[in-house]
C-alpha cells in the first residue's frame, strides 16, 4: 500500500535551515512526481513545491520561492526539502505526497517545523 513516511522537522530560529526527508513506499516512485505540502494551525493544507518524476521541472509556492529547495532521490525513494532562511510563518506540519495536479488520498503522519526565537 502506499505509504509516505515524513522526517527532519523540528524547532528552529528565524532565519535558520532544516532539511526534510519523505521516505515513500507502495508504488513505483520514479514515475511520480513528488510535493511538499504545509498546513499550519487553523488554516488549510497549502501547497509549497513540487518536482517532476525525473527531477527536472520543479515549482513553488510565492511564499518560499528562493528560499526552500525540492529534490529527489530516485534510487532511494526519498524526497528533500531543504529549508533556508526560515521564517515564524513557515511554522507548520509538512507532509510529502505523489502525483502532480493530483495526489494520492493517502497521508503521512507528518513533520511538525516550529519556527520561534
Known amino acids: 500500500q502506499v505509504q509516505f513516511v515524513e522526517s527532519g522537522g523540528g524547532l528552529v530560529q528565524p532565519g535558520g535551515s532544516l532539511r526534510l526527508s519523505c521516505a515513500a513506499s507502495?508504488?513505483?516512485?520514479?514515475?511520480?512526481?513528488m510535493l511538499w505540502y504545509r498546513q499550519a494551525p487553523g488554516k488549510e493544507r497549502e501547497l509549497v513545491a513540487r518536482?517532476?518524476?525525473?527531477?527536472?521541472?520543479?515549482d513553488y509556492a510565492e511564499s518560499v520561492k528562493g528560499r526552500f529547495t525540492i529534490s529527489r532521490d530516485n534510487a532511494k525513494n526519498t524526497a528533500y526539502l531543504q529549508m533556508n532562511s526560515l521564517k515564524l510563518e513557515d511554522t507548520a506540519v509538512y507532509y510529502c505526497?505523489?502525483?502532480?495536479?493530483?495526489?494520492?488520498?493517502?497521508w503521512g503522519q507528518g513533520t511538525q517545523v516550529t519556527v520561534s526565537s
Open positions: 507502495g508504488f513505483t516512485f520514479s514515475s511520480y512526481g
Open positions: 518536482i517532476s518524476a525525473g527531477g527536472i521541472t520543479s
Open positions: 505526497n505523489a502525483g502532480w495536479s493530483n495526489v494520492f488520498g493517502v
